[in-house]
């Protein structure tokens, strides 16, 4: 069953008995309780959502009717937006949204009014990120390969999205760059591998794996990755990728700036999605809905779906590093920005 499908049969699996075997009910359901979706109805998020919402209720104490509610556009801002302006602190609500609202909010999108910084995480659910380079087959790219292909023609869709840690990581490097704009899926960006429009693609999200097979077979191999979390603050090689170095490892940054802007905007394109509460969330509400969350994580129908997507589900403590890297965007975004407009011709909109 393939990862689409996978989500798509949740929706019944998550109540299946056994889910909550174990559980004790020590108090009575605690009144209407949502989970706003930064999402279209049906949209990737919101398949997250309805699986999470079904399987959460189950083992939250009470077992409560936890209500999924899209709300907004693929990128997660208006619902972000919608978090940080009218969802209460009283514990009856929570929300799930794509790692893309955080690029956003990195890149200064006029339509954020929200910030992430202040979210209290939950569990997210992290996802691989992989460059693929034209080389020959069975070499290992390494810094000075990417340099001799400078400026290196990367397919991309634009700035304002997981993409931006792809450049960011190649310019932290030094490695000069020539993107080529509007390549906004797996798929556009493949065949412009193969017809040789572009010497680099960036590969990111969910079912990185089957993604890389059609590019393999074109004569592409990877670079490298953006890693996933490891203890604390740090990245550790992809495990499904382990061989491949993280980008960072590849040679020293030449700026600071560049450095704290591709360690968050990685920590942004790693996040397939993020379940989060509103600031100032009672504590004993925290504790029930970061267990309740936990426990649906590890049900085996929300397993063998992130296990079908490609997808590691982490804990609290893994979102809350992710968030912590955004702490230097009120201070720097303006380099950041100025950065973007003149090496990609790029403004926030």
């Not at 009144?31 to 979706?37: A, D, E, N, R």
């Not at 208006?78 to 955080?102: E, F, Q, Y």
């Not at 290196?152 to 020539?178: E, F, K, M, N």
């Not at 990728?241 to 030449?254: N, R």
């Amino acid at each position: 069953m393939n990862r689409r499908h996978m989500l798509g049969t949740l929706a019944a699996s998550a109540l299946l008995p056994g889910l909550a075997r174990g559980q004790t009910v020590t108090q009575p359901a605690p009144g209407p309780m949502t989970l706003l979706v930064a999402g279209p109805n049906g949209g990737q998020t919101s398949r997250w959502g309805n699986a999470f919402a079904l399987a959460i209720s189950s083992v939250y104490p009470g077992t409560p009717n936890i209500v999924p509610q899209p709300v907004g556009g693929l990128d997660g801002v208006t619902g972000a937006n919608r978090l940080d302006a009218l969802l209460v602190p009283d514990g009856h609500s929570a929300a799930i949204l794509p790692g893309a609202a955080l690029i956003a909010y990195l890149t200064g999108d006029a339509r954020v009014h929200f910030d992430p910084t202040h979210w209290t995480p939950l569990l997210t659910g992290c996802n691989s990120g992989v460059l693929m380079l034209r080389a020959s087959p069975g070499s290992t790219p390494t810094l000075e390969t990417l340099q001799k292909m400078a400026p290196l023609r990367i397919g991309v869709a634009q700035p304002q999205s997981a993409d931006l840690a792809a450049l960011l990581a190649l310019a932290r490097l030094g490695v000069a760059t020539a993107p080529v704009f509007g390549m906004h899926s797996s798929e556009d960006k493949t065949r412009a591998f193969i017809a040789g429009s572009v010497d680099a693609v960036f590969i990111s999200g969910e079912g990185v794996p089957e993604d890389l097979t059609p590019l393999t077979a074109s004569g592409a191999v990877p670079a490298f990755s953006i890693g996933a979390p490891g203890a604390g603050s740090t990245t550790v090689a992809d495990p499904l990728f382990p061989g491949l170095p993280v980008a960072s490892a590849l040679g020293p940054a030449v700026s600071p700036l560049l450095a704290s802007a591709y360690e968050a905007a990685a920590a942004a394109a790693r996040l397939d999605f993020l379940m989060v509460l509103p600031r100032l969330t009672d504590p004993s509400a925290v504790a029930q809905w970061r267990s309740a969350a936990q426990q649906a994580a590890n049900s085996p129908a929300v397993s063998a779906a992130a296990q079908a997507s490609s997808i590691s589900l982490q804990p609290a403590p893994v979102l809350a590093n992710a968030l912590t890297t955004l702490a230097f965007v009120p201070a720097e975004q303006p380099q950041l920005l100025a950065f973007l407009a003149k090496n990609y011709g790029w403004q926030p909109s």
